[in-house]
């Protein structure tokens, strides 16, 4: 293929906006605000369920605790009951007898109960201890997360606008190159993966490094400046300059 000389100087701007563009879509997967997203995120599911388990417990506490105040409350209603019946003179000695054993049994009973409710407060206060940790721990890392977010954004924001600049950059060079040569390097772009053209720099294509000598460098030093070269490695437009080393 022939091609203007100036025309193939086209194309190192080209591949550079190409670069540039692919460098931003790089940048874009791999930003660490992502990371820190995703660790902000971990975090609060896992504190999620450290809040949901503290206040299973406490929920848990507080039933028994009810359940126990009951027991007591059931116990000095019977003790009530039994003292009212040795009070009131209308029980026989034999009864007076059982109701005062079966006082001191309830009495014991009660005091078994309310030792048990004194320890599920302890435990309650604990819980609740537990509880306010997790709730702020959570707090924390919704902040966190929140501001993750925010940079996360920022950065993508940033991306953008210079994706939108150099894309613009890029069609405004493409919109100066002949058809059938931006056609040949859109061609080898897509198959390379990244450009289409590379710089021959000192008698090495800038696109894959490899340097030419002997007969092939000759070949490229003897050719007309019009004629479009190919890297036999990569596949490349070479264009040549000043800095060549033809």
Not at 162 to 181: C, K, M, N, Q, Y
Not at 198 to 219: K, W
Not at 231 to 242: D, F, K, P, S
């Amino acid at each position: 293929m022939q091609a203007d000389h100036f025309d193939q100087q086209k194309l190192l701007a080209l591949a550079a906006e190409d670069v540039a563009l692919a460098q931003l879509a790089h940048r874009a997967r791999t930003l660490p605000e992502l990371a820190a997203v995703e660790a902000a995120q971990e975090a609060q599911r896992t504190l999620s369920d450290d809040v949901v388990r503290a206040e299973t417990e406490v929920r848990d506490l507080d039933r028994e605790q009810k359940r126990l105040e009951g027991d007591v409350d059931t116990v000095r209603q019977r003790a009530v009951r039994d003292q009212s019946r040795i009070d009131s003179g209308g029980a026989t000695p034999k009864e007076i007898t059982g109701l005062q054993h079966e006082l001191e049994s309830l009495h014991r009973r009660q005091g078994d109960l309310e030792d048990q409710v004194l320890e599920l407060m302890e435990r309650r206060e604990t819980a609740d201890a537990a509880l306010a940790t997790a709730q702020g721990g959570l707090a924390g890392a919704q902040a966190d997360q929140e501001r993750a977010e925010q940079q996360r954004d920022a950065a993508l924001a940033d991306i953008a606008d210079g994706t939108s600049r150099h894309r613009a950059t890029r069609a405004e060079i493409a919109g100066t190159v002949p058809a059938d040569l931006l056609k040949l390097y859109d061609r080898v772009a897509q198959q390379t993966g990244s450009t289409g053209a590379a710089h021959l720099r000192a008698g090495r294509c800038e696109g894959c490094r490899i340097e030419f000598y002997g007969t092939e460098l000759a070949a490229y030093r003897n050719a007309d400046p019009h004629t479009v070269l190919r890297c036999e490695n990569c596949g490349r437009i070479l264009v040549r300059n000043a800095e060549s080393g033809l």
